[in-house]
């Protein structure tokens, strides 16, 4: 296939399978304007499927940068309230979202922390009413990545320009099955296998974890009547959607007060526009009461100040070592990528999902059964090749779920 063919299969791929866009339905999608060939061919794709409207909003990132650079931080303090307003009115009525990851990884590695702290911090608050009916799946959304120049050069320091940009689409397109002969099916078989090892850990019922490998030693409650999830998942209309493409985990959310111990990153945190690396996190009855950074250290600092939800835990997902973008050998720089290529947590906000009836639960109910209800979410890799993983029955029973990097059972 050539560079149109394959941004059409792709685009199609993603609107078929990802959003499942509905009839009559209306689709937004947010993107960088570096990537503008494939919102194009999503906006085809969806009106094609029947979609009402197809909105796009676009982001440049140099502007951005010039943000950063210029703006007074009172800027990144507050949200307009038209900017809420609209993506409230987008949940009222049930409009399907994609994102588009391309912007480069590092955009903001310059940036002021501060300014990068506030931002996270008001949108947070902004989008919360968002962000939870995300979670609980009340309209179609998804997450996927275009390449760019400066991503590609990155990823593939030897190669430049377009050159380096086609290479990471070849990448990318493997990762979400597009190479293949019906992507659809693909995705259908690739959703009931998660589905199943979702099923048996559900089945376990483990009390807690304990995981351990050479940067991380650490035990992670779970919460009584979680629910392990697979990779699709069903909207408020029973509608079939896949919110991460790719994806290879199986996940539930963990008890954000029965975590103890230290867990270490093994791949790069691309967060805010900046990238975090080389950091250790020590767990105190569910906080993080130390830590430590080579690279971001201010940024890891402001985002862990977020709110005090900030510095639990709201997510653990289990992926193999030998996974297809583990396997690959690539670092995206990525978190949509680079969590599919490793066991990690997430900092920040539960899924309502990842527990029994828990999205019928409220606020506060949540937290009581032990759900993080931070305004932020935050995943970063901590698994590889010798990360051996425990289950823990009530009754003490050890089970090996993980021995080097990859599942046992």
Same mark, same amino acid.
Request: proline share 4%.
């Given at each position: ?43 085809? #794709? ?82 919360? *009413? ?55 099916? #693909? ?19 483990? *009390? ?84 430590? #950074? ?51 947590? #997430? ?21 009581? +059964? ?22 823990? +029955? ?16």
């Amino acid at each position: 296939m050539n560079y149109k063919e394959i941004v059409k299969k792709y685009a199609e791929t993603v609107v078929s399978v990802g959003l499942n866009v509905q009839p009559d339905q209306t689709v937004v999608v947010t993107a960088d304007i570096d990537a503008i060939d494939f919102v194009r061919e999503v906006t085809k #794709a969806a009106y094609e499927k029947g979609a009402r409207e197809v909105i796009q909003k676009l982001t440049d990132g140099p502007s951005s940068q010039m943000k950063f650079e210029y703006a007074p931080i009172e800027v990144f303090e507050h949200i307009p309230q038209y900017r809420i307003d609209e993506t409230n009115d987008f949940v009222q009525n049930k409009v399907a979202h994609l994102r588009v990851y391309s912007q480069t990884p590092e955009l903001l590695k310059d940036a002021d922390p501060k300014k990068i702290a506030a931002q996270a911090k008001a949108l947070g608050e902004a989008n919360k *009413d968002f962000s939870r009916a995300v979670g609980r799946y009340d309209f179609s959304w998804c997450i996927v990545g275009f390449p760019n120049d400066k991503w590609g050069e990155l990823v593939f320091p030897e190669l430049k320009g377009e050159d380096a940009k086609l290479k990471l689409l070849e990448a990318m397109i493997k990762a979400v099955r597009v190479d293949q002969d019906d992507p659809v099916a #693909a995705w259908k078989l690739h959703n009931e296998t998660l589905n199943k090892k979702a099923q048996q850990l559900n089945e376990k019922a483990y *009390d807690k974890l304990h995981y351990k490998s050479s940067t991380t030693d650490v035990e992670i409650g779970l919460t009584k009547g979680h629910v392990w999830l697979g990779a699709s998942a069903i909207n408020s209309d029973g509608v079939e959607i896949q919110v991460n493409m790719p994806t290879e985990e199986v996940f539930t959310s963990p008890d954000y007060r029965r975590v103890n111990g230290v867990i270490g990153n093994t791949r790069p945190l691309a967060y805010q526009g900046a990238i975090i690396d080389d950091f250790k996190l020590t767990f105190k009855d569910g906080v993080v009461t130390d830590f430590e #950074a080579g690279v971001g250290y201010d940024v890891l600092k402001n985002m862990l100040n977020n709110d005090e939800g900030a510095r639990r835990l709201g997510e653990i997902a289990l992926v193999p070592d030998d996974s297809p973008i583990s396997n690959s050998g690539i670092l995206y720089y990525n978190t949509l990528y680079d969590e599919n290529a490793s066991c990690h947590v #997430a900092l920040g906000r539960s899924f309502p999902n990842a527990i029994k009836d828990g999205k019928s639960l409220s606020k506060e109910e949540l937290m009581d +059964k032990g759900l993080n209800q931070s305004m932020i979410h935050v995943d970063f890799m901590m698994g590889g090749s010798d990360l051996s993983i425990d289950g823990i +029955k009530e009754d003490g029973t050890v089970e090996p779920v993980f021995r080097d990097g990859n599942w046992v059972i």
